[in-house]
């Protein structure tokens, strides 16, 4: 995949299919994250056109169907209407600063007797469905897997995007709309997803830099107290020994690359290779 003009097109110079939607404003203040969703619809096409009406008020720049064919609604400079009100760490209003991606996916399913059904009562084989907690919430609900020439498809795109615009994270709606959204779900491999797209799980010589203020802790969890030095500038280079997980242990470096006297834990997350 590739970018001309804000574009998406094929390795072969053929654009993908462009379906312009009227629910956009303005161009993108900076580009920084790209934003994972579920459509939460029943077909990619039904969607699509639902996106593309002036009545829905909502829009994203792609949406990527369950057998991988991509289309674009909004050119990649224009703000798509797709976070709503959002969050994230120092940015408020992540249309501002975010590429929006949508899934056709069922999301979240309800159990009808022995079937599972989406909103819309329509029923999801059983093969297709995985039974998960969202980590933003305690019980356990039925969720529509994605495809794998749908995860293909949107590593192809999401690794274009991320290096055309410098993207710094990708992430989900449940992340900058904790407690109001849920895409793309627990049945989304946002880790794997990730570590693939920004290329940590390649990157050997452990040099990495935060994406954005972070707090450096005495252990790996949130429950650590903060270490003196906290948080750390966005930038900050840090040199990778070990992790548990999704928290890495660093050492900080100084401006001139070597090391200093502040080791500690940090989420992996809010990094990057440097």
Known sequence: MKIKRHRLYHDDDTP??????????GDILEHEYLVMHYTAGT??????????????????????????????????NKRAWHAGRSAWS?????????????LDNAGRLMRRGTSWVNWAERTIP????????????????GWHTYTPEQIDSALQV?????????????????????????????????????????GRDEHE???YETTTELN??????????????????RGTKVLVSRN?????????????????????WVHARYLRPA
Do not use: C
């Open 216 to 233: 450096i802790r005495k252990g790996p969890g949130a429950s650590h107290e903060t270490l003196e030095g906290s948080p750390l500038a």
């Open 126 to 141: 059983d093969e297709e469905v995985v039974q998960a907690e969202h980590r933003n919430e305690p019980r356990s609900s």
């Open 90 to 102: 120092h940015r408020v209003g992540l249309n501002n600063y975010s590429i929006g991606i949508e």
């Open 43 to 76: 077909r990619a096409e039904s969607s699509i056109r639902w996106l593309t009406d002036r009545q829905a008020k909502a829009s994203a720049h792609l949406v990527i169907a369950r057998d991988g064919s991509v289309t674009q609604l909004v050119p990649f």
């Open 16 to 25: 993908v299919t462009y379906v312009p939607s009227p629910n956009y404003s």
């Open 205 to 207: 010589d452990g040099l």
């Open 158 to 198: 999401a690794r274009a995007l991320v290096a055309h615009y410098r993207l710094i994270e990708v992430i989900g709606h449940d992340d900058i709309a904790p407690g109001r959204k849920y895409d793309p779900g627990p049945a989304f491999p946002m880790s794997s997803f990730r570590s693939s797209i920004l």
């Open 244 to 264: 548990l997980g999704n928290w890495w242990n660093v050492e900080v470096l100084d401006e001139e690359g070597t090391g200093s006297d502040l080791d500690g």
